[in-house]
Structure formats: structure tokens, C-alpha cells
């Protein structure tokens, strides 16, 4: 079976870091590519990240552009998440999305339980 | 950037209903469209992908059409467990983009 564990999340300070992670099983990550996606309490659907399953690089949305860093770790099947600089508008749970493809482009046709992560002072 | 837009934001409706809810994107993505099914406190799941193909497992009662820019998810006959948030996402180019969702309630 298909299945995506996030972690890491908390409550953490404005300006803080945080490193989020995403291990999968009943499939092999560097296989697909992968993203984060965040939503904001009561709030809709926001990309976040991508990184290629065939090691062809990432993406970013320009809301964590120099903020945010994905990256996995194959000999894990974890994925990773790690956001420097943190501020409030950060506040969301996080998933982790599996890719229909090994390059990018596809849809997502699995996703983590989400792990909420709390910018507050 | 790809802006997407669904309407309604709200529909109240009834089981057996025939529920239609649109997404239309800023520019063509062909049929680069997902939609998904989100309920409180849970992950989005997946239901149809390339605009009209239908997930696997996924009640045939969901159906999904359009092209281009202008694309429509039909629910056949609402059953209870439709109640639902419902969004689309374009996946032709990034930054991927979702719509703001649809919430079905009980009228």
C-alpha cells in the first residue's frame, strides 16, 4: 500500500526554522517526483514545492523562494521539507504529495495525513 | 502565473442532487486538470485527473469534462458522503495553482 508519514511540525518563533519530513512506503520516492502543499487554517490549497524524481531539479513557489529547501533522502524513502525564516504567514499544515510521474507535470494521486506547523511568539 | 477559479465558493444542496461545479483557468492548460475531494481534518484525495479521467476506485458517479479553459466536475446523485470541500488544480506548468474550492453543504 501507497502511504505518506509527515512529521516535524510544532509551534515555532517568527524567524525560526523547522525541518519537515515525509516517509513513504509501498513505493520507491526517487521513483516519482514529489511536493509539499500547505493550506492555512480554513483556508484553500497552496503549492509549495517540487522536486523531480529523476534528480532534475526543484521548484518553488515565490511565497518560500530562498526561505525553503526540499530534498530527499533515497536511502530513507524520506522526503524533506526544511523552512528557515519562518513568519506567521507560514502557519498551515503541510502534506506531502505524491506525484503520478517520475519527472514533473503530473497529478497528485497520494498524500500524506499533513503535519501543522504554528509560527507564533 | 495560472490563477484558477471555481464557483460556486458555497452549495447548499440536497442527496440525489445533480451538483455541477466549475473551474476556469487564466490561460489553456489543455487538460492538465485534477480535481480532489477534501473532508475536515483530512488529506485531499484524488478523483479525476486529465479533466475526465476518473481514480481508481473512485464512484462512477464523479465525472469530470472541459478543455482548455473551461472545466466542470459533475457528482451524478449526491449521496451523504459527498458533503464535501472540492478543488481543482492545474498541473501544466508551475507554480502549480489550485482553485479556491467549492464546500457542498446540506441544504
Known amino acids: 500500500e501507497v502511504q505518506l508519514v509527515e512529521s516535524g511540525g510544532g509551534l515555532v518563533q517568527p524567524g525560526g526554522s523547522l525541518r519537515l519530513s515525509c516517509a513513504a512506503s509501498?513505493?520507491?520516492?526517487?521513483?516519482?517526483?514529489m511536493s509539499w502543499v500547505r493550506q492555512a487554517p480554513g483556508k484553500g490549497l497552496e503549492w509549495v514545492s517540487a522536486?523531480?524524481?529523476?534528480?532534475?531539479?526543484?521548484y518553488y513557489a515565490d511565497s518560500v523562494k530562498g526561505r525553503f529547501t526540499i530534498s530527499r533522502d533515497s536511502s530513507k524513502n524520506t522526503l524533506y521539507l526544511q523552512m528557515n525564516s519562518l513568519t506567521a504567514e507560514d502557519t498551515a499544515v503541510y502534506y506531502c504529495?505524491?506525484?503520478?510521474?517520475?519527472?514533473?507535470?503530473?497529478?497528485?494521486?497520494?498524500w500524506g495525513q499533513g503535519t501543522l506547523v504554528t509560527v507564533s511568539s | 502565473d495560472i490563477q484558477m477559479t471555481q464557483s460556486p465558493s458555497t452549495l447548499s444542496t440536497s442527496v440525489g442532487d445533480r451538483v455541477t461545479i466549475t473551474c476556469r483557468a487564466s490561460?489553456?492548460?489543455?487538460?492538465?486538470l485534477a480535481w480532489y475531494q477534501q473532508k475536515p481534518g483530512k488529506a485531499p484525495k484524488l478523483l479525476i485527473y486529465?479533466?475526465?479521467s476518473l481514480e481508481s476506485g473512485v464512484p462512477s458517479r464523479f465525472s469530470g469534462s472541459g478543455s482548455g479553459t473551461e472545466f466542470t466536475l459533475t457528482i451524478s446523485s449526491l449521496q451523504p458522503d459527498d458533503f464535501a470541500t472540492y478543488f481543482c488544480q492545474q498541473y501544466k506548468s508551475f507554480p502549480y495553482s489550485f482553485g479556491q474550492g467549492t464546500k457542498l453543504e446540506i441544504k
Open positions: 504529495a505524491k506525484d503520478s510521474l517520475i519527472r514533473f507535470g503530473g497529478y497528485f494521486d497520494c
Open positions: 509501498g513505493f520507491t520516492l526517487s521513483s516519482y517526483a
Open positions: 490561460q489553456s492548460i489543455s487538460s492538465w
Open positions: 486529465k479533466a475526465s
Open positions: 522536486i523531480s524524481g529523476s534528480g532534475g531539479g526543484a
